[in-house]
């Protein structure tokens, strides 16, 4: 079982705000993983990292941003909420190697007013 | 583009039954097949890992997979309430991605 952290698990915060999701994971794995989840919805991958200094966009278009300067940690960042941007967004990580085991955090749920 | 397809469900068991949960993907070089659990506003669970032909057994679940036919499912044995929820079948895609169905919901009533 992973330890996958995200803070902070609910965020109400009004339009135009900046804002940062913090994701953190203490068993050393290499990728990580961001999803996008509407109430009731499938999942949509918005970013990933294959390790430190690596980030790739996923296949659902996404104005956020991300970086990866530490293996444990993988931060996601809106410069400029909207309440199109209200959506539960779950971090994952999984080992290095031919596994691809995913393994989630408890999630950010995001409400933009 | 590669897909996962699943039935939206809702699948509806009684309690102790079994219940069968079935998974097509259009990729014939996808190697690698998960089950998660999510119930209502949780995040995803892993429950089942399967990578080879055949089936794969823990406690009440089983996976199957035919990589011939595109195939991958779920049986749980003696349903229990607690299983009611929204499972996810998933597929290694490029990159070290995972290619996510829409889920399956799944409701066990006593």
């Known amino acids: 079982e992973a330890d996958i952290y995200q803070t902070p698990r609910y965020l109400v915060i009004g339009t135009g705000k900046k804002i940062t999701l913090e994701c953190s994971q203490t068993m050393g794995h290499d990728k990580m993983y961001w999803y996008q989840q509407d109430p009731g919805m499938e999942l949509h991958l918005i970013h990933y990292?294959?390790?430190?200094?690596?980030?790739e966009k996923g296949d659902l278009s996404s104005e956020s941003t991300v970086s990866r300067i530490r293996t444990e940690h993988f931060p996601l960042t809106l410069e400029s909420a909207r309440p199109s941007h209200t959506s539960q967004y779950l971090c994952?990580?999984?080992?290095?190697?031919?596994?691809?085991?995913?393994?989630f955090g408890p999630g950010t749920r995001l409400t933009v007013t | 583009q590669k897909e996962v397809e699943q039935n939206s469900g809702p699948l509806s068991v009684p309690e102790g039954a079994i219940a069968s949960l079935n998974c097509t993907y259009s990729d014939r070089g996808s190697q690698s097949f998960f089950w998660y659990r999510q119930y209502s506003g949780k995040s995803p669970e892993l429950i089942m890992s399967?990578?080879?032909?055949g089936d794969k057994e823990d406690g009440r679940f089983t996976a199957q997979l035919n990589k011939a036919s595109q195939y991958v499912s779920l049986l749980i044995r003696d349903s229990q309430p607690s299983d009611s929820a929204t499972y996810l079948c998933?597929?290694?895609?490029?990159?070290?991605?995972?290619?996510f169905g829409k889920g399956t919901m799944l409701l066990v009533s006593p």
């Open positions: 998933a597929v290694n895609g490029g990159y070290s991605t995972l290619t």
């Open positions: 994952a990580s999984s080992v290095s190697g031919s596994s691809y085991e995913q393994y």
């Open positions: 990292s294959y390790g430190v200094n690596s980030t």
């Open positions: 399967i990578y080879s032909n």
